[in-house]
């Protein structure tokens, strides 16, 4: 039986989502008018700037030699971005990395290029920066415009760069191929801050955008890699949520996600197909907590996990 849920629709042409790209850029502006942005302190030298709801949260490292941002929020965002980072330092900020290739972690980025801001992340966040963006919405994948080209990332790597300044050492490096394929985690052990991009949310089921290469067998071995470098004391800011969290969220969050894994890939030697894998809700216990986001809830979670595991082609009729 087929489910049009999970059918790919494989009829937009590139033009018209393009158009309907355009068009939602437009609609940007007004989506953000009255959004505030919050500064609020992590720990040591790092504190993090959030809006309404979490979602791209921004790092601000800060001391006597100038500022280093993780992320850069949505493009309208911008001049809120900058006013939030003055209320905790007037310093120059220097040093800006992405964590991964998603508008709400990019967006900013064409204008702190603009203010001499130097852009460092993967070699991978670049190369997609090169063509029209695609985020893991709407089955087929949503779509936005190329970003310009001020907005690149001037400076990449492949596995880590540390940066020595502000008496601290700042590393950053890449995450396995978890939510996309150039995962950035970012680590400031004299502050004892970690800032996990998207692969570690407090919002939803783990996003793992197969249209930029992410993976669950990549998010398992990123956060198993957090865990291990988090200790007791260390604060962790979230790609998504408001809040500030410890080492004991990342280990449930992970807990739920190899329970889900394991879940999954029973159905799967039972032979199930995913429309009787859906219905058996092995996400049950833990919609509550983490299938309450719209845009990604179990129905978006559990799919991509059937996939991974080989139950069958991904949003293919069966
Ligand atoms: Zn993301």
């Known amino acids: 039986m087929t489910n049009p849920r999970y059918v790919a629709i494989g009829t937009c042409v590139a033009a018209c989502v393009m158009v309907a790209a355009a068009a939602g850029q437009q609609n940007a502006a007004l989506q953000f008018e009255g959004v505030a942005l919050t500064t609020v302190p992590v720990a040591g030298n790092v504190h993090m700037v959030t809006r309404p709801g979490g979602g791209g949260n921004v790092g601000v490292f800060t001391g006597p030699e100038g500022v280093l941002l993780v992320d850069s929020l949505f493009a309208p965002l911008a001049d809120r971005l900058l006013a939030a980072v003055r209320e905790v330092s007037d310093g120059e900020i220097r040093f800006l990395i992405n964590t991964h290739v998603h508008i709400d972690h990019i967006g900013g980025n064409e204008a702190l290029a603009g203010q001499d801001v130097l852009i460092f992340a993967h070699h991978n966040v670049r190369r997609r920066t090169l063509e029209p963006l695609r985020f893991p919405r709407f089955r087929t994948g949503g779509f936005a415009p190329q970003p310009a080209a001020a907005a690149r990332p001037v400076i990449t790597y492949h596995d880590e760069v540390s940066f020595h300044f502000n008496g601290e050492e700042v590393r950053a490096f890449f995450a396995p191929a978890a939510h996309t394929d150039g995962d950035t985690f970012v680590y400031f052990p004299d502050s004892d801050v970690l800032h996990l991009g998207d692969v570690f949310r407090t919002t939803s089921y783990p996003i793992i ?110």
């Open 209 to 318: 955008d197969v249209y930029n290469g992410g993976s669950l067998a990549g998010t398992i071995d990123a956060l198993e890699r957090a865990i291990d470098i988090a200790g007791p004391g260390t604060q962790v800011i979230p790609g998504h949520g408001v809040a500030v969290v410890g080492r004991d969220a990342m280990v449930e969050f992970l807990a739920m996600t190899l329970d889900v894994r394991d879940r999954v890939r029973t159905m799967i030697a039972e032979g199930k197909t995913l429309d009787e894998v859906m219905a058996a809700r092995p996400t049950a216990s833990y919609d509550a907590t983490w299938g309450q986001e719209a845009s990604w809830t179990a129905n978006d979670f559990v799919p991509v996990v059937f996939h991974e595991l080989g139950g069958a082609s991904l949003y293919e009729a069966r």
